[in-house]
């Protein structure tokens, strides 16, 4: 006869081992959590805020027309590029669009 294994055939244990090992996981955790918290690991990088020019800036209004017009700019730009990519994935799902169009187009470019 074959040698019989040591290892129980089932996996139950007593509730008493049970609660001690539950008990013995969440001592661990908050361990860890004490840990991070003291090494600061879970804080999120403050974002400094822009201020602007002060009040009594006698150029304050130009300036701030400035950022606003060159903002505005950007802005638009961004409106632009997105129009310009959803038409391309329009194009490319009606199949009207192929590897060899952006080829040919720029060479038009180029000679022109």
Known sequence: MGKQSKKSKNKRITLKQKHKVLKKVKQHHKKKASEAKKLGMNKKPKVEKDQGPP??????????????????????????????????????????????????????????
């Not at 701030?64 to 903002?71: D, H, N, Y």
């Not at 192929?98 to 470019?109: A, H, L």
């Open 55 to 112: 009040n009594d800036w006698p150029l304050k209004e130009q300036e701030l027309k400035a950022f606003e017009a060159r903002r505005a700019k950007i802005l638009e730009e961004n409106e632009k590029k997105k129009a310009a990519s959803k038409e391309r994935v329009l194009k490319r799902k009606l199949g009207q669009l192929d590897g060899d169009d952006d080829i040919t187009n720029m060479s038009e470019q180029v000679s022109a």
